[in-house]
């Protein structure tokens, strides 16, 4: 099981190399024909579905766009790429850069702040030093 998961990972992330590489030099004829395949062969996987809300968005259809990332959000609310590319094009100052995979999201910034629990129960937040 582990072995599938691993050739489906490579799959997707060979995927998402390949779309952003031809979106970059316009075919989008080839892009979107790519997506539907691995749509039909991993329905159950957020990549396709974020990668074609992209191509949508690019296209001009921002209402299917953010349905499609809304999609791969569902099936993988861990999946960050689907939730930055939401907050971006959700936005009314929106900065058109797509997530294509985890590599284009920003980094979390570590909290200086910490909540530790008393004998009580009783929250309290201290700074890290």
């Not at 992209?54 to 209402?63: D, F, Q, S, V, Y």
């Not at 861990?78 to 797509?98: D, E, I, M």
Request: charged residues 30%.
């Amino acid at each position: 099981m582990e072995e599938v998961n691993k050739i489906k990972s490579k799959k997707m992330y060979v995927l998402c190399s390949s779309i952003k590489e031809l979106i970059h030099i316009g075919d989008y004829k080839n892009a979107f024909k790519m997506v539907y395949e691995s749509m039909a062969k991993f329905p159950n996987n957020p990549e396709p579905h974020n990668l074609l809300g992209i191509l949508l968005e690019i296209k001009g259809n921002h209402t299917l766009a953010m349905k499609h990332f809304r999609v791969a959000w569902v099936l993988d609310p861990t999946y960050k790429p689907a939730n930055q590319n939401l907050l971006n094009c959700g936005s009314f100052y929106s900065n058109f850069k797509y997530a294509y995979d985890e590599n284009d999201c920003p980094k979390e910034k570590k909290s200086e702040y910490r909540i530790f629990y008393d004998d009580r129960h009783i929250g309290h937040v201290e700074r890290i030093r």
